[in-house]
């Protein structure tokens, strides 16, 4: 690697004192923080897909390892500890194929399926509405329901809806009382099919809008629920989507998804754990993607809503490998390495800048499958990924203000691309009790930082901080060594007349709290 350069404000010049390799200088506008952060940014997913749900969320009330209810109590602690704002459900692809009602009532009644978009694995339907619905109320967690438009009805959409959340005398909310729930549940998101233009129906953007605004009329508002309707959006550079939809479905829809992961080459896309240093810079490139990517989907929403009533949500995102060996086709179960950690870190700092429109993420997915937050095995044992941390780490963020900042450091242009990455990245905000938040990334290998940060408007005194960092950037968390990457304190910040000075060692986040 490679020749460096100083970034500055967007502008690039090269360096030539060698005196300014290895430094970065950050001013945090604390005098201008205005946008909040929404909680939602930090959101789920959880499919029907390979071992997410049975086994990840679900072993059922049988089985030997330790649950509640069904749930599995090790994993819903963790989640619990997470602070999930919103999980979407029950897929992705799957959710076109599903008919909830195959998921209600007495369980050994259920109709099997086969689920053909992964794996042709039999869904035994034992984790239904019911069982989504009551997860989220235990964890404090709104969800986010996926509604079949590519194999179902408008009549079964709307049904599901009045299951869910009819509170008064209705076919719908009777049965679910005779399933044992009185109550309707609170559900605020749903979403009108999934990747149309794809596994969901394979539409061009004028028809599914036509057959967004048909099924989205029947899905009403009941008693005191509102929902907040999402259409099926773009897959990463189809701007034409976001077009068309904005276009033609305009304030119909409360909000418009997209899906971008972090994948260079669909038919290789390299290994979880073995990759080289070249291969790690061009994921972050490939990562940093999203920056321009949602500048321009917002660009267009602007022209048609540029009161910015129509919502972003960026519902499924993340890192995508090739299969990990041994595991099962098409369960899409990968490990998760520092390098997965800063695809997070880098991508939530981006989000952060855009939240006066994009108002959700959902990482793919939460337990087993993809860029998770949790692995389990089926021996009962269980590994928090570096993911899991740098979204504990980052938790701090969710619901409090966004500070804008300034940030001039060394970047490097990453091998065989177009991409630069900057060696730091960073984002801070204010949360609701006063206290500043920021979290730094040094991507470099190498080298740490030395980071002199200036608080803009703002008199601190104290700061405390947490560190994760590897002795490689392949490490991971395994069964045997389920803490070989975790956070530790960190001492490396000080204040001195207003002063922050970090170092901040090599291929390292760091969360900083300043009082
Ligand atoms: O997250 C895995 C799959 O990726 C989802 O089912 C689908 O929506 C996307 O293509």
Redesign the pocket.
């Known amino acids: 690697m490679n020749k460096r350069f100083l970034l500055s404000a967007g502008l690039m010049a090269t360096l030539s004192l060698a005196a300014q390799n290895n430094t970065a200088t950050i001013t945090v506008k604390v005098d201008e923080g205005k946008q909040i952060i929404p909680k939602e940014i930090y959101g789920q997913?959880a499919?029907h897909?390979g071992t997410c749900i049975y086994g990840g969320l679900w072993v059922g009330e049988n089985s030997s390892i330790p649950n509640t209810n069904g749930y599995r109590t090790d994993v819903f602690n963790a989640l619990k500890a997470l602070k999930v704002p919103v999980l979407r459900w029950p897929?992705?692809?799957?959710a076109d194929e599903y008919h909830w009602m195959d998921g209600i009532g007495p369980k050994a009644q259920r109709p099997k399926m086969v689920n053909t978009?992964w794996g042709g694995t039999v869904e035994d339907n034992s984790f239904g509405t019911h069982e989504f619905l009551n997860l989220c109320e235990m964890l404090g967690t709104e969800p986010y329901i996926s509604g079949n438009v590519g194999s179902g009805s408008v009549e079964e959409l709307a049904k599901w809806v009045e299951y869910m959340t009819a509170d008064g005398e209705s076919p719908m909310a009777n049965l679910r009382r005779e399933n044992g729930r009185d109550k309707p549940w609170k559900v605020k998101y749903l979403g009108v099919g999934?990747?149309s233009w794809?596994?969901g129906g394979n539409m061009r953007p004028e028809y599914y809008a036509d057959l967004y605004r048909r099924y989205s009329t029947y899905c009403r508002n009941f008693g005191n629920n509102r929902l907040f309707k999402v259409a099926s959006g773009a897959s990463d550079y189809d701007y034409n989507w976001t077009e068309v939809l904005m276009q033609q479905v305009g304030n119909r829809m409360n909000g418009l998804s997209l899906?971008f992961?972090s994948v260079i080459n669909w038919n290789s896309k390299g290994s979880a754990t073995e990759f080289s240093a070249d291969d790690y810079y061009r994921a972050l490139g490939k990562c940093r993607d999203i920056d321009e990517l949602l500048k321009r989907h917002i660009a267009i929403m602007d022209r048609y809503d540029p009161r910015k009533r129509i919502a972003l949500l960026l519902d499924?995102w993340g890192t995508w490998w090739d299969q990990e060996p041994g595991s099962t086709p098409g369960h899409?179960y990968q490990q998760n390495t520092m390098r997965d950690a800063f695809v997070a870190s880098l991508s939530l700092d981006i989000f952060h800048k855009y939240t006066d429109r994009l108002k959700m993420a959902n990482i793919?997915?939460i337990v087993n499958?993809?860029q998770s937050m949790i692995l389990t095995n089926a021996q009962g044992g269980m590994v928090l990924t570096p993911t899991y941390h740098v979204f504990r780490m980052y938790n701090v963020h969710q619901d409090a203000t966004y500070l804008p900042l300034d940030l001039t450091c060394m970047q490097t242009p990453v091998a065989a691309s177009d991409w630069t990455v900057p060696m730091v990245s960073a984002t801070a905000s204010k949360d609701k009790a006063g206290k500043i938040h920021i979290s730094l990334s040094n991507i470099d290998l190498d080298a740490a930082q030395e980071i002199t940060i200036r608080l803009q408007g703002a008199n601190v005194t104290k700061v405390s901080g947490e560190i994760l960092t590897a002795g490689n950037i392949a490490d991971h968390n395994t069964f045997e060594q389920p803490n070989a990457v975790a956070p530790k304190a960190f001492n490396g910040a000080k204040i001195s007349k207003g002063t922050l000075t970090v170092t901040v060692p090599a291929k390292s986040i760091v969360a900083l709290e300043l009082n």
């Not at 897929?91 to 799957?94: A, D, P, Q, S």
């Open positions: 997913f499919e897909l897929g992705g692809c799957f978009n999934n990747e794809g596994c899906h992961y499924e899409l793919a997915q499958v993809l």
